[in-house]
């Protein structure tokens, strides 16, 4: 799990567009065995393409940084969700928002709907010819395999923090965006604040709050 979350941050850190990396824990929340959490520094209301490949491949940070270190035979099912996510990011670039030169500005499909909001039983979605079907698919799995790629080789060239930050997540359980600074440049990431290993086989003895909407990986 710790170094499944800091793949994900390493990558996102990296991405340029990405939104910052605010907090990465192994703490279980829900069914999930850890959280990567991205605060955006604004509000948006538009995402550029370049966003958008940026967080596919944090998406595949996870399973990758579980792939370099365990072994192709060593990666495990916590990744479901991120290829899901994924998936359905590139093809709503292929298919809803113009991002594929290779078909165009055209939408293929329709979103599910209600038949009492304008669609109706007898009028399914748009039918497509096997030709289109087998190019989207095409075109969905080249943004996968191009943004699965751009991570691996970010992780893999930086292989270090990628230790460092698992190791300092198994110490601290929770680290936040100073410490994720000292990693990135480098350094032995500083004690998280109030942070104490008095009680509990070193666990955080201060959780802090999260306010404000931030997206989980």
């Known amino acids: 799990t710790a170094y499944h979350e800091a793949g994900h941050a390493i990558v996102g850190r990296l991405c340029p567009t990405h939104d910052p990396v605010y907090k990465v824990t192994i703490i279980p929340r829900g069914r999930a065995l850890g959280v990567t959490m991205f605060l955006p520094e604004e509000d948006t209301y538009m995402q550029s393409k370049e966003y958008l490949l940026g967080r596919i491949a944090t998406l595949f940070g996870g399973r ?14 916590g990744a479901s969700n991120d290829i899901e996510v994924a998936t359905g990011i590139a093809t709503n670039m292929v298919t809803k928002w113009g991002f594929s030169d290779a078909l165009g500005t055209i ?42 790629k751009r991570a691996e080789k970010l992780l893999k060239e930086n292989l270090d923090k990628l230790n460092v930050m698992a190791d300092a997540l ?17 350094a ?22 999260i306010k404000g909407a931030a997206e989980e990986l």
Do not use: C
């Open 64 to 77: 990758i940084a579980e792939s370099i270190i365990n072994g192709h035979e060593g990666i495990t099912t």
């Open 107 to 148: 939408k293929y499909g329709e979103d599910e709907g209600s038949p009492f909001l304008g669609r109706t039983a007898s009028n399914p979605a748009q039918i497509r010819s096997d030709q289109t079907s087998k190019l989207i698919d095409s075109e969905v799995k080249a943004i996968i395999d191009s943004s699965y």
């Open 170 to 186: 198994l110490k601290y359980e929770t680290i936040d965006a100073p410490q994720i600074d000292d990693i990135m440049a480098g």
């Open 188 to 209: 032995t990431p500083r004690e998280p604040k109030g942070w104490s290993d008095d009680s509990s086989q070193g666990k955080s003895s201060k959780k802090t709050s």
